[in-house]
């Protein structure tokens, strides 16, 4: 079982960039005087605030593309080692022993997903969370349990 994604495979990168430039857009050619509503009211400094935003959501966009950075996680059938790598967090990589695993808990009742890993004892053991597996989190949590059954 391996999954691995990148900044470019990503639809959240694409999405910052995409915002940032119609917020660049909306800036440049948006005349600050005439930023006004209908009983007259004008903001002319929105408008280069929006720009400078713009920008900096198109940077952080742009340069998601161009790092590229990969993660994703592996499991070796044979020995029962669960891999994971996060380029974008360094610290986020590591391994565990599925032998180790007594409970798989995922949680998607809330709009944050997350996937605990728990040890026998019922303490959490370190893994990289719902960014390093694939977004149908229940079916990989199926699969580990069907490669290692505990």
């Known amino acids: 079982m391996i999954h691995q994604t990148s900044g470019r495979r990503d639809f959240k990168v694409y999405a910052v960039l995409a915002v940032g430039l119609v ?76 032998a180790d695993v007594a409970i798989i808990r995922v949680d998607a009742s809330s709009d944050s997903s997350t996937v605990k890993l728990l040890n026998g004892k019922g303490e959490l053991m370190p893994f990289g969370g719902v960014e390093v597996v694939p977004w149908r989190l229940e079916a990989w949590a199926r699969g580990v349990a069907k490669i290692q059954p505990h």
């Open 23 to 98: 917020f660049v857009f909306a800036g440049a050619t948006i005349d600050p005087a005439t930023n006004c509503d209908a009983s007259g009211e004008c903001a002319p400094w929105l408008v280069p605030v929006a720009f400078w935003l713009g920008a900096l959501a198109s940077l952080s966009g742009a340069m998601g593309l161009i790092r590229n950075p990969r993660r994703g996680s592996r499991i070796n059938a044979r020995t029962g080692e669960l891999m994971w790598w996060n380029e974008i967090h360094a610290s986020a990589s590591g391994s565990l022993n599925l």
